[in-house]
């Protein structure tokens, strides 16, 4: 399978964005989908994750409230939708697959390339 992520882009403060999340090939119901994010030095950060059959959701507490997790099984499209940003979110998101749920990029098996988010006055 090939993932490939869009939607990114540069916004102020507060505004939203949704990122989507395209996979080429079969996603199975026991995948777990998920985004993470990465600024320059730093490791890619756990964002949010969901259970591809079922639909359970994992969001990190650090955007908790503000990102939603979603998909389309039909389309088979995950979905990041992104609210009340800020300039902390800004990061290249990426969009990976996991044949079990994790938080921890290392379980990750498939990724697709990034897309940057940028939020500044």
């Known amino acids: 399978v090939q993932l490939q992520a869009s939607g990114g882009g540069l916004l102020q403060p507060g505004g939203s964005l949704r990122l989507s999340c395209a996979a080429s090939?079969?996603?199975?119901?026991?995948?777990?989908m998920g985004w993470f994010r990465q600024t320059p030095g730093k490791e890619r950060e756990f964002v949010a994750a969901?259970?591809?059959?079922?639909?359970?959701?994992y969001v990190a507490s650090s955007v908790e409230g503000r990102f939603t997790i979603s998909r389309s099984t039909a389309q088979n499209t995950m979905y990041l939708q992104m609210n009340s940003l800020k300039p902390d979110d800004t990061a290249v998101y990426y969009c990976?697959?996991?044949?079990?749920?994790?938080?921890?990029?290392?379980?990750?098996?498939?990724w697709g390339h990034g897309t940057q988010v940028t939020v500044s006055s």
């Open positions: 990976a697959r996991a044949n079990s749920y994790s938080r921890s990029q290392n379980d990750y098996r498939v």
């Open positions: 090939g079969r996603v199975f119901s026991s995948h777990v």
């Open positions: 969901i259970r591809w059959g079922v639909g359970t959701t």
